[in-house]
Nanobody
Framework: VQLQASGGGLVQPGGSLRLSCAAS????????IGWFRQAPGKEREWVSC????????YYADSVKGRFSVSRENGNNTIFLQMNSLKPEDTAVYYC??????????????????WGQGTQVTVSS
């Protein structure tokens, strides 16, 4: 059972990145999947979530309108499309899977499996 986040990198302010969260050992469409981030010296922060229905997505106010989460069931992958990136979006981004319950959560302690994280740096 493994989650792997990828797609991070260095991008200029205003640019875009698409993060991927791939799973082995789970069918991701059966679980709520969250995205979190942690900037240096700061606590881990909830960013977004897609619930089991696939039609309901949630976003932190800081990313609403700029980020979009989606599923690609055929490849068992979740994506986080990040547009209009800002320097304050710089962080390590993690995807996480929630075993219990079908709905999303803002709380990291309610997620059971975590990917290893991918670094996103927004800088000119």
């Amino acid at each position: 059972v493994q989650l792997q986040a990828s797609g991070g990198g260095l991008v200029q302010p205003g640019g875009s990145l698409r993060l991927s969260c791939a799973a082995s050992g789970f069918e991701l469409h059966l679980f709520a999947i969250g995205w979190f981030r942690q900037a240096p010296g700061k606590e881990r922060e909830w960013v977004s979530c897609i619930d089991i229905s696939e039609r309901t997505t949630y976003y932190a106010d800081s990313v609403k309108g700029r980020f979009s989460v989606s599923r690609e069931n055929g490849n068992n992958t979740i994506f986080l499309q990040m547009n209009s990136l800002k320097p304050e979006d710089t962080a390590v981004y993690y995807c996480a899977l929630k075993i219990i319950g079908l709905s999303c959560s803002l709380y990291d302690f309610e997620y059971d499996y975590w990917g290893q994280g991918t670094q996103v740096t927004v800088s000119s």
